[in-house]
Nanobody, 113 residues
Framework: QVQLVESGGGLVQAGGSLTLSCVTS?????????MGWYRQAPGEQREWVAT???????DYADSVKGRFTISKDNAKNTVYLQMGSLKPDDTAVYFC??????WGQGTQVTVSS
């Protein structure tokens, strides 16, 4: 079964860093996929965080620009989200999205003040 599996979430103090990973079980098409990260805070709608296209172009929401970095490793079928200077407002469930495969199950990130 095709899957997107996120990992790397956890509890971190404000100002700290975390790196999220998302691995797909489908290796043959990974390099052709646009991959993204989204997040959903309690009581809020899911919002876009960052995208990396199949060609490697990246884009970020204004709220995370300069603090987060999206990258991918085609050989490992994995996309990453490096998060730095974390704020309590970054607390959310973070979801990986593939243009071909859909959504992962999410990983919780909690930033304490």
């Amino acid at each position: 079964q095709v899957q997107l599996v996120e990992s790397g979430g956890g509890l971190v103090q404000a100002g700290g860093s975390l790196t999220l990973s998302c691995v797909t079980s489908v290796s043959t098409t990974f390099s052709f996929q646009d991959m993204g990260w989204y997040r959903q805070a309690p009581g809020e709608q899911r919002e876009w965080v960052a995208t990396i296209t199949s060609g490697g172009r990246t884009d970020y929401a204004d709220s995370v620009k300069g603090r987060f970095t999206i990258s991918k490793d085609n050989a490992k079928n994995t996309v990453y989200l490096q998060m730095g200077s974390l704020k309590p407002d970054d607390t959310a469930v973070y979801f990986c999205h593939s243009s071909l495969l859909g959504w992962g199950q999410g990983t919780q990130v909690t930033v304490s003040s």
